[in-house]
């Protein structure tokens, strides 16, 4: 893909706060008309990542480019091309809905029936029409996180900066954010979004960058991130059977398993459970589960190995994460 086709760019990006390096060197773009995830945990870096982006905080070291300007020195042009939903409200609630839209779209410049117009149709579009006219402190949180995304498109950025949009909110609420959020994307919205639910990111985003104690740990596909785990997890019940070395290495010759094990019983050894019950386990990690099972079946079958049981895991970005990391993204 062309230079060009990258609304944002960011290069050895850093920030330190006094002793405390919270960005440390990352290097990543966004493609124009793509939503970008930055998945990571509670300190990993996501909202000082945002808040360099938005030219609000100023990094210590590295480059940020935004919609063609140096995110560090530019004016008003480059903040016209941005929408940013901070992850702590930025509301007024004694204003109505209909009233903060058209207070944050004024400083924006639009006026009369434009201003109108627009302010409902985002209501229309976070699904806030009905409670328009109601005082923004009476919307429930997940409300009032609807109207926080509303005010930060206003404007009709081109990138529209997301840092946790659904922290807290009811899944009625959820919904309208991602819907909300899609919607925009078709018309050609890019979208940083940043969260630390892995089923959000690998539901919305294009490309995911994994974020952990201020370093970009991966950038790519969610189908990339997780083929780089080397796939599925195959676990094959073959009751109390041991296999031998020769058979092993047999298996271990299958072209698309990238390992094979053999993992016996975990249960405890006692008269009171017939031997039939033993659980040894043979798991083989298999590249493309298409071809692999199949070879798996006949590999099995040449030597002399029945199956009981069969398991497949499928690796998903939790599994990814935890890989890089060595930690579980849940808190
Ligand atoms: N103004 C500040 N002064 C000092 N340290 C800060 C400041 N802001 C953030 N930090 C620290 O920088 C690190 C990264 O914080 P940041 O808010 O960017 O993380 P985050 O990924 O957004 O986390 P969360 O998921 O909790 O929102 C944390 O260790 C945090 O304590
Ligand atoms: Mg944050």
């Known amino acids: 893909m062309p230079e060009n086709d990258n609304i944002a760019s960011v290069r050895n990006l850093r920030k330190k706060y006094d002793a405390l390096t919270a960005v440390d060197g990352i290097t990543f773009d966004i ?14 870096g996501k909202t000082t990542t945002i808040g360099m982006l938005a030219g609000i905080l100023p990094p210590t070291e590295g ?21 940013l939903v901070s992850q702590d ?14 207070f944050f779209g004024e400083l924006y410049g639009l006026r009369g029936s434009a201003l109108a117009d627009r302010s409902r149709q985002m209501l229309d579009l976070v699904g806030l029409a009905d409670r328009a006219d109601s005082r923004a402190e009476d919307y429930s949180g997940g409300m009032k996180r609807r109207l926080n995304l509303a005010i930060g498109l206003m404007h009709s950025p081109q990138l529209l900066l997301l840092d946790e949009p659904t922290v807290g909110v009811d899944p009625q609420s959820r919904n309208h954010i991602f819907e909300g959020v899609r919607e ?3 018309q050609g919205l890019t979208v940083l979004y940043t969260s630390h639910y892995m089923e959000e990111v690998e539901a ?3 490309r995911v960058g994994i974020m952990d104690g201020g370093k970009l740990v991966a950038c790519d596909t969610v189908p990339n991130l997780i083929s780089s785990l080397g796939g599925a997890v195959i676990d094959i019940g073959i ?7 020769d058979q092993l290495l047999r298996l271990r010759r299958m072209e698309y398993a990238e390992s094979v094990d053999f993992v016996p019983s975990a249960a405890p050894e006692s008269l009171l459970v017939d031997a039939g019950a033993a659980v040894n386990l043979l798991r083989i990690r298999a590249r493309q589960l298409d071809k692999s099972m199949p070879e798996l079946i006949a590999a099995l079958y040449d030597v002399k190995i029945s199956l009981v049981s069969l398991n497949v895991q499928q ?7 935890l890989a890089l990391t060595g930690k579980s993204l849940r808190d």
């Not at 930025?90 to 058209?102: F, P, Q």
């Not at 009751?239 to 070395?245: A, D, H, K, Y």
């Not at 690796?315 to 994460?321: G, K, M």
């Open 184 to 186: 925009l994307n078709r």
């Open 315 to 321: 690796p998903n970005l939790e599994t990814v994460f």
């Open 204 to 206: 919305l985003c294009d």
């Open 63 to 83: 480059e940020i480019t935004v919609a063609g300007h140096d995110a560090v020195t530019a004016g008003v042009e480059m903040k016209r091309a941005l929408g």
């Open 239 to 245: 009751g109390n059977l041991v296999p031998t070395e």
């Open 89 to 102: 409200l930025a509301i007024y609630l004694k204003l109505t809905g209909r009233e903060n839209l058209e």
């Open 31 to 44: 493609r124009r008309g793509e939503i970008f995830g930055l998945l990571g945990p509670n300190g990993a």
